[in-house]
Antibody
Framework: QVTLRESGPALVKPTQTLTLTCTIS??????????VSWIRQPPGKALESLAR???????YYSTSLKTRLTISKDTSKNQVFLTMTDMDPVDTGTYYC??????????????WGQGTMVTVSS | DIQMTQSPTSLSASVGDRVTITCRAN??????LNWYQQKPGRAPNLVIF???SLQSGVPSRFSGSGSGTQFTLTITSLQPGDLATYYC?????????FGQGTKVEI
C-alpha cells in the first residue's frame, strides 16, 4: 500500500535552515505521472502548498516562499527532501508530504503522510 | 496564484442534518477542484476529486458539485464522525492553493 512518512527536526532556531525528508513506499517517483508535494499548516490555520517535485524532476514552488525553498529527490532511496532557509517563528507548524498522480483523480493529493511538527524558537 | 474562498468558515449542525459548504475560485478552474476532510490532530484525507467524484472508501453521504468557479460539498445526514475541518483545493494550476477551511461542529 502507499505510504509517506515525514522526518526531520522538531525544533529549529530562527535563521537556521530546515531540512525535511519524506520517505515513500508503495509507489516510485521514477514512474511517469508520480509527484510528491510538501504542504504545511500553522497551528489552527489553513493548509499551504510549499513545493512539488515530479517524476521527471520538474520542480514547482510557492510564489511567496520560492526564494527560501529547495525540493529534491533520491529516487533510488524513495526519498524526497525539502530545505527551507532562514527559518522564522511564523514557520512553526506541521509539515506534510503528499502524493499527487497525473494518472488518477484529477491531480488531487490522494495519499498523505502523518505530518511532522516543526517549532521555530530560540 | 488562484485564490480559493470557502464559506462559511464554521458551522454547527445536528446529527442527521444536511450540510452544505461552498468554495469559490477567483478564476475558472474547470472541474479541477478537490475536497479534503481533516479531523482534529490528523492529516487531511481526500473526500472528493474532480469536483464530484467520490474517493474510494468515503461514505456516499458525501457529494460534490459545481464547475468553473463555484463548487459545493454536501453532507447528507451528518454523522458524529463527520466532525472535522473541510478544505477545498484547486489542482488546475501551480501553485496548488487551498481554501481557508470550514469547521463543522456537531
Amino acid at each position: 500500500q502507499v505510504t509517506l512518512r515525514e522526518s526531520g527536526p522538531a525544533l529549529v532556531k530562527p535563521t537556521q535552515t530546515l531540512t525535511l525528508t519524506c520517505t515513500i513506499s508503495g509507489f516510485s517517483l521514477g514512474t511517469t505521472g508520480m509527484c510528491v508535494s510538501w504542504i504545511r499548516q500553522p497551528p489552527g490555520k489553513a493548509l499551504e502548498s510549499l513545493a512539488r517535485i515530479d517524476w521527471d524532476n520538474e520542480k514547482y514552488y510557492s510564489t511567496s516562499l520560492k526564494t527560501r525553498l529547495t525540493i529534491s529527490k533520491d529516487t533510488s532511496k524513495n526519498q524526497v527532501f525539502l530545505t527551507m532557509t532562514d527559518m522564522d517563528p511564523v514557520d512553526t507548524g506541521t509539515y506534510y508530504c503528499a502524493r499527487m498522480s497525473y494518472t488518477s483523480g484529477w491531480n488531487a493529493f490522494d495519499f498523505w503522510g502523518q505530518g511532522t511538527m516543526v517549532t521555530v524558537s530560540s | 496564484d488562484i485564490q480559493m474562498t470557502q464559506s462559511p468558515t464554521s458551522l454547527s449542525a445536528s446529527v442527521g442534518d444536511r450540510v452544505t459548504i461552498t468554495c469559490r475560485a477567483n478564476q475558472t478552474i474547470s472541474n479541477f477542484l478537490n475536497w479534503y476532510q481533516q479531523k482534529p490532530g490528523r492529516a487531511p484525507n481526500l473526500v472528493i476529486f474532480g469536483a464530484s467524484s467520490l474517493q474510494s472508501g468515503v461514505p456516499s453521504r458525501f457529494s460534490g458539485s459545481g464547475s468553473g468557479t463555484q463548487f459545493t460539498l454536501t453532507i447528507t445526514s451528518l454523522q458524529p464522525g463527520d466532525l472535522a475541518t473541510y478544505y477545498c483545493q484547486q489542482s488546475y494550476s501551480t501553485p496548488r492553493t487551498f481554501g481557508q477551511g470550514t469547521k463543522v461542529e456537531i
